[in-house]
């Protein structure tokens, strides 16, 4: 019994073992979509066949097609990694669009809620700069006072605030 004698049942059995059992112990789901891919194929010759002789065409005048599909087993798994890979990213960019949409929904709902403080006109920062600045001065001049009067006692504070006012009043010290 020579190959070309090898009943069709048995090639059927040896691509489906070849793309199913044997690469996918290792869990890679390629086979399943090269077995896919090859079903896919042989469906589509049954079709070309029947419409040829315009009924089904018998095991034996399929067998061209399989054992042509088992010489062809690493073009079905090319296949079916490039199928693989094209779902795969249509599913990553379907949920990244959903993802994205969900965002932006959140974003916008949230730069709704939030209300921007008024800013003050440049005008009063400036206002509110100097005031800050004569409390210091003045917060200053009291705390050197106080130390004048601690260490000195309070006539040499009083000394030392009538000659700060006549400086400041541009009179001349006494």
Known sequence: MGEDDIHPSKIYDLITKKLTE????????????????????KIA???????????????????????????????FLKIAEIELSEYQEALINEHLEEVSGQFERKYIEE??????QRQASWFKSALYGMAGNIFTII???????LGVMVLEGAPALAKFLI???????GLPAS
């Not at 789901?29 to 090859?38: H, L, N, T």
């Not at 040829?52 to 399929?62: C, D, I, K, Q, V």
């Not at 000659?163 to 009043?169: E, F, L």
Request: proline content about 6%.
């Open 22 to 41: 044997e690469l996918t112990d290792s869990g890679d789901p390629v086979g399943m979509f090269a077995y896919a891919v090859y079903k896919r194929q």
């Open 139 to 145: 917060l200053t001049f009291l705390l050197f006072a």
């Open 163 to 169: 000659r700060m006012i006549s400086r400041a009043a």
């Open 111 to 116: 730069t709704k809620r939030f209300k921007p």
């Open 45 to 75: 010759e049954i079709k070309r066949l029947k419409d040829a002789l315009g009924r089904r065409p018998t095991n034996e005048e399929l067998q061209p097609f399989v054992l042509g599909a088992e010489a062809r087993i690493g073009d």
